[in-house]
């Protein structure tokens, strides 16, 4: 697993209460309990299974993570805050949905699209994992892919009637779903098929509305 970023290292201001592991100690247990994640999944994960992977005490897992749905939202954080703040300006929508997806921590991401595909079989029987991912991930990467597609319909690339809700979700839906299928995260070439051959073709669909009798 690649080392993980810098400026994406855990804590936010409803963690602080937490005990903390020293830095670089605690990307190491972050980024373990992503590997059991990956691998063995969420029913799987154990501290036990974390703490061995990364050679740590479990006792240390258990005072700064009360439960594994913590550890796994922290674990999230390395690799998705950088995705979840960007906002590209490349003048156009195609160029703005590629270079959002083809980021570090985005859709182009194995880590990412790995973690994605071990959690969507629980996430909808885990309440409050589904509430912690979105409240700290999903919630503003959306808020940032709608402003790409709130853009391109300022400069007249979708038009004014256009459903943002439905279109926003056309390239991750397509992403994950044929990662799940195949077992590996799609590449750039085909992350610029979806957007080419769906996502666009989607956009220029609302630009005309249908005829009246």
Request: glycine fraction near 8%.
């Amino acid at each position: 697993m690649g080392t993980a970023r810098a400026s994406d290292t855990v804590g936010d201001a409803a963690h602080v209460s937490r005990p903390r592991v020293a830095g670089d100690r605690e990307v190491e247990i972050l980024e373990a309990a992503i590997e059991v994640l990956r691998e063995a999944g969420y029913d799987r994960l154990t501290f036990d299974a974390v703490a061995a992977a990364a050679r740590a005490s479990k006792a240390t897992l258990y005072r700064r993570w009360p439960h594994k749905r913590d550890l796994v939202i922290d674990a999230l954080g390395l690799f998705m805050n950088c995705a979840a703040e960007q906002d590209p300006d490349t003048g156009s929508l195609r160029g703005d949905l590629l270079a959002q997806a083809c980021a570090d921590g985005g859709l182009d991401d194995e880590v990412v699209i790995g973690t994605w595909s071990a959690l969507l079989p629980v996430i909808h029987r885990e309440a409050e994992l589904a509430s912690g991912i979105h409240e700290r991930f999903l919630a503003p990467k959306l808020a940032a892919t709608r402003s790409i597609f709130e853009n391109a319909r300022a400069r007249g690339e979708i038009g004014a009637d256009a459903d943002l809700e439905t279109l926003l979700m056309i390239l991750p839906s397509l992403s994950i779903h044929e990662a799940l299928l195949s077992g590996s995260r799609p590449g750039p070439d085909r992350i610029a098929e979806f957007v080419d051959t769906v996502v666009l073709p989607a956009c220029a669909a609302t630009l005309t509305p249908p005829s009246t009798r």
